[in-house]
């Protein structure tokens, strides 16, 4: 059965730092784009970050650029999300996904994603 599990959420200072992880089971995460995205009470889903297969192409929301690293190591099936300076306006659910294209060198977070985790809540405030 394919999985996706984040974890990492939790409540955290303005300022502060999380790193959010997305655990693959069921499936070798070395073909899939992944993507992180999040969504705040009463807003719409947005995308936060992907990365490519290689973990050579990473793009970034402009509201997290500089802030925010996307990383992954593929001998641990596992994505990550480094989330740095953090705001109330970065609280949401995140959400991990993956989609299977083993032969991409970029990543979008515009692409349809096949697979999705039941996201961890992020919630920051004094």
């Known amino acids: 059965q394919l999985q996706l599990v984040e974890s990492g959420g939790g409540l955290v200072q303005p300022g502060g730092s999380l790193r959010l992880s997305c655990a693959a089971s069921?499936?070798?995460?070395?073909?899939?784009?992944i993507g992180w995205f999040r969504q705040a009470p009463g807003k719409e889903r947005e995308g936060v970050s992907c990365i490519s297969p290689s973990g050579y192409d990473k793009k970034y929301a402009d509201s997290v650029k500089g802030r925010f690293t996307i990383s992954r190591d593929n001998a641990k099936n596992t994505v990550y999300l480094q989330m740095e300076s953090l705001k109330p306006e970065d609280t949401a659910v995140y959400y991990c996904?993956?989609?299977?294209?083993?032969?991409?060198?970029?990543?979008?977070?515009?692409?349809?994603?096949?697979?999705w985790g039941q996201g961890t809540q992020v919630t920051v405030s004094s």
């Open positions: 069921g499936f070798n995460l070395n073909h899939y784009v």
């Open positions: 996904a993956a989609d299977r294209d083993p032969y991409t060198a970029i990543c979008s977070m515009l692409r349809g994603y096949d697979h």
